[in-house]
């Protein structure tokens, strides 16, 4: 099939559509990918990228066509609004131009903002082509959990563009099983939302790190809790530090963060004075291809989320690459990401925003010897096999492609 994938965020900037378009490629199919110019999440232009292009890319058999867009800076709530507005116009009014003649299906992914459904919209209309929303993040309700917005009058303008864009999608694809009830009420029916989890990509792997690596020189000796993805205000890091304070009593417990955002300042200024600078390391943003090995060096692997209604609906992608690399999980959150890491047993899921519950569940995941922790790893695996495998979802949505064309 002719596959347009609609999307703000793409290579190389690390997004999991990245594996997705990939994969569909390697299938047969002929995949274009309709983006933005790459500036996620350190808000500059990636190293060969300016608003002089370039605009078109071959890359593994897929043909990238960007448009121009604003960085998005710091991450201030004016930048960030304007590198939204900045994509969806210029997406929008170059779609007939940009993208291809021939397209059987639209596929659109959608971490924030949703505004990516206008440009994908106007194509299904200009292609006449059916069109699958992949939600990845709800909108309006995480604009107002994280206090991105705050005016109930633009909340309520974003429900509405919400509600306009899913009614006219011929799948809304929910990441989490949490996310089809806030999808339905927005008038979609049943029958067309359709649980759509992340997989990891095939880099998310057990390894095996030699006794000389230089990764091991990198951590500090001792019980490693390592965090990777972004510094943001949904990540609640003000419980992480708080608990990371409450165990400087333990000389071996160690915080290693990999990762950038608009909050990651903040924690730098935070651990300087609360005196962590012992206890909590920040490494940075690293490749993807890099962290599995990392992983393989940790006690436990975290992933936090603040407490708000909408994060207790998704599940967040690190907990798929954290299952599939085998290693023990700790969990700071509650809904759909606490369940699956229960459910797999793969390691101690904590209420959110409860610096003394994640504090416990360090000192628990350190009581256990590393055989115990090996095991709820290798059920880690197996979980991850079981529901995120990726060739299963890659087959799943070949089969709702095919249903959505009426092609064999």
């Known amino acids: 099939m002719n596959v347009l994938i609609v999307t703000q965020y793409f290579w190389p900037e690390s997004f999991r559509i990245n594996d997705l378009a990939?994969?569909?490629?390697?299938?047969?199919?002929?995949?274009?990918?309709?983006?933005?110019?790459?500036?996620?999440?350190?808000?500059?232009?990636?190293?060969?990228?300016?608003?002089?292009?370039?605009?078109?890319?071959?890359r593994n058999g897929m043909r990238i066509l960007r448009v121009p867009l604003v960085p998005r800076g710091g991450g201030g709530r004016l930048r960030l609004a304007l590198n939204y507005f900045s994509h969806a116009v210029c997406a929008t009014l170059l779609a007939a131009l940009r993208c291809p003649r021939e397209v059987d299906v639209v596929l659109v992914y959608e971490p924030s903002p949703v505004t990516i459904g206008?440009?994908?919209?106007?194509?299904?209309?200009l292609r006449r082509a059916p069109l699958l929303f992949w939600v990845q993040d709800l909108w309006p309700q995480s604009l107002e959990a994280t206090g991105a917005v705050r005016s109930r009058?633009?909340?309520?303008?974003?429900?509405?563009?919400?509600?306009?864009?899913?009614?006219?999608?011929?799948?809304?694809?929910?990441?989490?099983?949490?996310?089809?009830?806030?999808?339905?009420?927005?008038?979609?029916?049943?029958?067309?939302?359709?649980?759509?989890?992340n997989s990891a990509e095939p880099l998310y792997g057990p390894r095996v790190v030699e006794p000389a690596a230089p990764e091991r020189a990198e951590l500090p000796a001792g019980f490693v809790v390592m965090f990777a993805g972004n510094i943001g205000a949904a990540q609640d890091f003000p419980t992480i530090l708080e608990a990371a304070g409450r165990l400087r009593g333990y000389d071996d417990i160690h915080w290693v963060v990999f990762g950038d955002g608009r909050m990651k300042e903040w924690v730098v200024r935070?651990?300087?004075?609360?005196?962590?600078?012992g206890r909590v390391h920040l490494l940075g943003q690293?490749?993807?291809?890099?962290?599995?090995r990392f992983f393989a060096l940790a006690d436990a692997l975290l992933v936090t989320?603040?407490?708000?209604?909408?994060?207790?609906?998704t599940i967040p992608s690190k907990i798929q690459s954290y299952l599939a690399c085998g290693r023990p999980v700790i969990a700071a959150l509650d809904g759909e990401g606490a369940r699956v890491v229960e459910e797999a047993g793969a390691g101690y899921a904590?209420?959110?925003?409860?610096?003394?519950?994640?504090?416990?569940?360090?000192?628990?995941?350190?009581?256990?010897?590393?055989?115990?922790?090996a095991a709820m790893g290798e059920r880690g695996i197996e979980y991850f096999a079981r529901c995120f495998d990726r060739n299963r979802l890659l087959d799943q949505l070949e089969t709702l492609m095919r249903q959505v064309t009426g092609k064999a």
């Open 350 to 373: 904590v209420p959110p925003e409860d610096p003394a519950a994640l504090a416990a569940a360090v000192l628990q995941m350190r009581a256990l010897d590393a055989a115990g922790r």
């Open 153 to 197: 009058t633009m909340l309520a303008a974003v429900e509405r563009l919400v509600r306009w864009i899913y009614r006219r999608c011929d799948r809304v694809l929910v990441q989490s099983r949490g996310f089809a009830a806030p999808v339905a009420r927005q008038g979609v029916p049943e029958d067309r939302i359709v649980y759509f989890p």
């Open 22 to 58: 990939d994969g569909l490629c390697k299938r047969g199919h002929r995949v274009t990918v309709y983006t933005g110019l790459p500036n996620y999440p350190g808000g500059r232009f990636f190293p060969g990228y300016s608003l002089a292009g370039p605009y078109t890319e071959e």
């Open 286 to 292: 690293r490749p993807a291809e890099a962290m599995p």
């Open 270 to 277: 935070e651990v300087e004075a609360r005196g962590l600078a």
């Open 118 to 125: 206008l440009p994908a919209v106007l194509v299904k209309r």
């Open 305 to 313: 989320l603040r407490r708000e209604p909408i994060f207790s609906f």
